[in-house]
Each structure stands twice: as C-alpha cells, then as structure tokens.
C-alpha cells in the first residue's frame, strides 16, 4: 500500500467527513476574519491624510453617473410591470384607487433599494472586483506597499466613500422613476384617476417607509463595495480560485453572486427588524 | 528592538529562517533554516531554480510575507516584529523593481515615476516634474512620459519600474527577476544600468534571478538557494570548484559553457 499523502487520507475512512468539515469551517472563519479587517481598514482609510478627492470624482462618475442610464430602465420598466400587475389585481376588488400607494410604497420599501444595488453590483461591482484583481495578480498593490503608500486609502476608501454616496442617489432616482413609470402604465394607459393615484401615494408613504428606503440603500451599497473589493483584494488566497486571469474571472463571479444574495437576505433581515 | 548605526557593514541579516506554504500535509518547506547576511553598498544576487524561494526571499525582507521561524534584520531591526506603521517606516528606505514591473495601467509613465513624490514627499509640483524628468532622461526614457504602461517594450516597462523605484532615494534597492522576457541584448543592457546606477548612487542592491551564469558578473556576492538550503559565494568561481557535489552539478547544468572553461 502507497504512503499517505494527505492529512485525510492518513485518517481512518470514517473521520474524513469530520476532517473535510473541519478544514471547511476553519477556511470560512479564516475568510471572514481576512473580510472583517479588510472592512476595517477601508474605514480607517477614509480618514487618512491625504484624501484622494480626484480619485472620489472619478469613482463617483464611474459608479453612480455611469449607472444612471442603466437604473432608469430598470426603474421605468419595473414601475410600469408594477402599475399594470396593480392594476389588475386591485381591480379585482374594485380597488384601483390604490394603485398609487402599492406601486410607491412596493418601491420606496423593496424595489428601489434592491434593484439599484443589484444593478450597479453588476455593472460597476464586478467592474471593481476585477480591477483590484488584477492590480493584485500583477503585484501592483504590492508594488504601492512597498512604496509605503496605504493600497486601502489610495485604492479602497475612495472606491467605498463613491459607493455610499452614488447608491442611495440612484435608489432615490429609480424611485422616482419607477413611480412614473407606475403612473404611466396605471393612469395613462389603464386609465386610473390621476388624482386618485397620487393622493393615495401621499396618503400611504409615511416618513418612515422612506427613511427604511434609504438605510437599505445604504446597508446594500456597503454590502456591495465591501464584498466586490475585498474578492479582488484577497484574490490569490480564495480556495478553488486558481491562479492569473482565471483567478480573476472565477472570483469576480463569486462576488457578483455573494454580494447579490447578501443583498437579498439583509433586505430580508432590515425588513424584519425595522418594519 | 534593537537598532544598530546605519553604518554597520551587514544591511540584511537572516537568522535561522524557515518558511512553508500549504496546508497541513499538503505542506511544502521553501526555505528551510537559513542564515546568510547581504553587504551594505555592494550587490548580492540571490540565484537558484524555479521554486527554490528566492521571490519568498524578497517578499521577508519587504515584510509582505512572515516567516514561520527566525529573524529576518534590516539594520538590526527584525521585520517581522515591526506594526504596520513601523514597517511602512521601513519600506519608504526600499526601491523594488517588480518581475513584472507593476507599474499601474492607468496611469501614465510620468505618473507612474511621479507617484512616489507625489503621496510621500511635500514637493511642489514644479520640483516634481524636475526630478522625474531628471531620472527620465537618465534612464533614455524622455519622449516616453506621456505614454501608459501598456505602450511599451518590455525593456522600457523595467526601466520605468527602476526609474519609480529610485525616487525617493532607497537605500537598499531588491529586483525581483529583472531580466525574464527580455532579449539578450536587452539584458546586457539592463544590467550595464543596473551596474552604473549602482556606482553613481551607493545603494545595496539585491538582485533575484534565474539568469545564470549572466548576472553573476554584477554580483559582489552570490547566494546560491537550493532546495531550501543555502550557500555563499564570493565570486563565479567559488562555485565552479565548490566542494560540494551538488553545487558542482547545479554549476554544470546552468553554465555548463562556463564549467567547461575552467
């Protein structure tokens, strides 16, 4: 019989499955403490000296201008599948009048902030992940350690400042724009009172469906930079990644899914918890 | 922690150092308790196979990996006990010549050379684009400053990647694989640059490279890294005759033109 070669196969048969489990918990601990710092330092780097405020301008077009075309077709097409679907249902019960509060309270609470995060999770998250990826693949964040410059206050709190303040933007234009698109198919096209959808949009939405809006907007855009980032950063120590170019292609996949199921499940939890 | 005068003789001192990557019994020993010491002012070439350690070797005296066990000393000072803004503190006095240069894509040659001065030092514009101009011209790379990395030879990319490196005046200079991908020609040429900035400027240098026997001629010293075993040379020569049977054989394998002169 051939020597072992591996710590699992050096075990009896049936404490494999233990082993296997414990070198997958020990892994994910290990990936949420490497996270957890990552976190960390991205915030302490926001107050470091000197603040890269081109680099902010930069992120900010590339994050929350660039999506704007983007997020206003999601948003007008999702208003106005809103204001048809509510149509038909509410006129089930002869309750058209509250289509205006239906479509805007379903965007300000859910459809606003999740849909604006995961659309710039896929245009400009995986954009970023890839970026510091292969910055990282190819020793340039190395190469900024070395020149003693902070790679989280030069690359990664600017990236994070941008997020925060483009994704609760956008989440307030897809609102608006959603809500149009709501009136559009609601009143223009099926006809609904427009006085009635209004007023009842008013008479619903209360301060605080608004202010719940926009800490999820705010809980989702740290959710996505953070994931998106701290993926590229750690790209060579993620398990079954591989190395170079693949490395950064398999792992921008996982941060697109990771950050979007995040995503859906805070949106879950801040619901349950804030409702 | 101990500091010692800046004028001590040794700059780079390991101590007893190991280090393994992997997991467990998927563990693979790189080097394996080494000791060696690296003259100040003078050029020590790191050598040896693919895999023998000599980027981890880099990357301990950086501070951008830890070993297992021993010290790694710069000036006296162990690195792998330095905080992070110690170890900043420390790596402002390093230039490194990346393999693959790592020059940042997005920026152009000047703001490549520039950007050291720009994020650590306070000067004025003005003074700025004199000394990356200066350095520029030095390195026959005028002409060039407005192009991004993607827009140049190998040969200029490295250049570049030197120019960057020596802005803020290091004292201790470490090239990881500055020849690969490039020409003999190129190469010649590289480490003509190399000797001659060396000369003018007094930096100890650190050079790691599979270019063997070529980068021996720049070589005061030469630790050979084999096997995660370790060995000092003084000169090619030492090598050629070593007493040892598997340094002999290394030497045949990788100059055998060489071996067979002597």
Redesign the interface.
């Known amino acids: 019989m051939s020597e072992p070669t591996t710590y699992e196969e050096a075990l009896p048969l049936w404490l494999r499955p233990f082993a296997t489990l414990g070198d997958q918990l020990l892994y994910l601990l290990t990936d949420f403490g490497r996270m957890g710092i990552f976190l960390t330092s991205a915030i302490i780097g926001l107050f470091r000296h000197p603040f890269r405020f081109r680099e902010l301008i930069k992120q900010l077009n590339f994050i929350g201008t660039g999506s704007i075309a983007v997020i206003f077709f999601t948003a007008l097409s999702s208003g106005m599948v809103l204001g048809l679907q509510g149509y038909y249902s509410l006129h089930k019960f002869g309750a058209e009048g509250m289509l205006g509060s239906a479509v805007s309270l379903t965007l300000i609470m859910e459809l606003g902030p999740v849909l604006t995060a995961l659309m710039v999770t896929g245009r400009a998250g995986s954009a970023m992940c890839a970026e510091i990826g292969i910055m990282r693949i190819s020793e340039q964040i190395d190469a900024l350690e070395c020149m003693a410059i902070d790679p989280f206050r030069y690359l990664i709190s600017p990236k994070f400042l941008a997020a925060l303040i483009s994704v609760p933007l956008l989440t307030a234009l897809f609102d608006v724009v959603g809500i149009f698109g709501g009136y559009l198919a609601g009143v223009k096209l099926m006809g609904v009172n427009a006085g009635a959808f209004f007023s009842g949009m008013e008479q619903s939405v209360t301060n605080h469906d608004i202010r719940l809006g926009v800490i999820k907007s705010f809980v989702f855009a740290l959710l996505l930079v953070w994931i998106c980032t701290g993926r590229g950063y750690f790209v060579q120590q993620i398990r079954g990644a591989g190395f170079g170019a693949e490395s950064v292609s398999k792992v921008t996949t996982q941060a697109v899914v990771l950050s979007s199921i995040s995503v859906l499940i805070f949106d879950y939890l801040i619901t349950a918890v804030l409702l | 922690m101990s500091t010692k005068q800046p004028q001590d003789p040794i700059a780079i001192e390991f101590d007893h150092v190991y280090k393994s990557f992997g997991?467990?019994?998927?563990r693979h020993t790189v080097l394996n308790d080494i000791s060696f010491t690296i003259p100040r002012g003078l050029t020590t070439v790191i050598a040896g196979g693919s895999g023998q350690g000599k980027s981890v070797t880099l990357k301990l005296i950086?501070g951008?990996l830890y070993p297992d066990s021993g010290r790694v000393l710069v000036d006296g000072i162990n690195v792998p006990s330095l905080s992070k803004r110690e170890l900043?503190?420390l790596?402002?006095r390093?230039g490194?010549l990346?393999?693959?240069s790592?020059?940042?894509?997005s920026l152009t040659v000047f703001e490549n050379v520039a950007?050291?001065l720009r994020?650590?030092t306070r000067l004025s514009e003005e003074e700025i684009r004199a000394r990356v101009m200066e350095t520029l011209e030095q390195l026959e790379l005028r002409g060039h400053e407005e192009k991004f990395p993607a827009q140049l030879s190998g040969g200029m990319k490295k250049r570049v990647g030197l120019a960057?490196a020596l802005q803020?005046e290091p004292e201790i200079v470490l090239f990881d694989e500055p020849t690969t991908g490039l020409d003999p020609i190129m190469t010649q040429e590289i480490y003509q640059l190399f000797e001659r900035l060396q000369k003018k400027l007094g930096y100890t240098a650190v050079i790691v490279s599979h270019d063997i026997p070529g980068v021996f001629d720049l070589a005061d010293q030469i630790i050979l890294l084999n096997h995660g075993e370790v060995d000092v040379f003084n000169d090619v020569n030492e090598i050629v005759h070593s007493k040892k049977q598997y340094i002999r054989e290394f030497a045949k394998m990788t100059m055998g033109d060489l071996f067979a002169r002597s």
């Open positions: 997991e467990r019994a998927r950086l951008l900043r503190r790596r402002t390093f490194v990346f393999q693959g790592a020059l940042f894509d950007l050291p994020e650590r960057r803020l």
